[in-house]
């Protein structure tokens, strides 16, 4: 399995050694989310404020929100923008906001997405026209674990 630390030749250990896969899970994550859709639980090309309810943002802390609408800054009093499963996927829906890290102050191993989206909704805005850009961005993950979580 080679080491775990190679200066020290410590050899990993299946059972105790602990690998940062960070971004690796977003394969997963597509995975899960198609698999959802397979199911015809969700559809990849539809808006996910259709599978929002009051209750979700309850559990992201935000009991006076009642739908998923980002904007985009220069046009905040504009209808929200679309967002779909598959924008999501493909880091093209422009959701930008700030890192776990940067609200926490360290950069979590693990973190429960409800709260940490609840942090982080407020403070999103759009980069730009959903559909139009990418941007490689961690929220659009986050958003689509919390529906893996909750189907």
Do not use: H
């Not at 397979?38 to 009051?54: F, H, M, P």
């Not at 046009?75 to 926490?104: N, R």
């Not at 407020?122 to 909750?150: C, D, H, R, V, W």
């Amino acid at each position: 399995y080679g080491y775990s630390d190679v200066r020290g030749t410590v050899p990993n250990d299946p059972n105790t050694t602990r690998f940062p896969i960070a971004s690796n899970t977003k394969l997963m994550t597509c995975i899960m989310i198609l698999m959802l859709q397979e199911r015809g639980i969700l559809n990849v090309t539809d808006n996910v404020s259709k599978y929002l309810k009051a209750s979700d943002f309850v559990n992201w802390g935000l009991a006076s929100s009642t739908k998923f609408c980002l904007s985009l800054p220069s046009d905040p009093l504009k209808a929200c923008q679309a967002i779909t499963f598959e924008m999501l996927m493909g880091m093209t829906a422009g959701i930008t906001g700030p890192a776990p890290q940067v609200l926490l102050g360290f950069a979590p191993m693990y973190v429960n997405i409800a709260y940490m989206f609840g942090l982080q909704f407020p403070l999103m805005t759009l980069a730009f026209k959903p559909g139009t850009q990418y941007l490689y961005s961690n929220q659009n993950y986050m958003l689509l674990g919390y529906f893996i979580e909750k189907y």
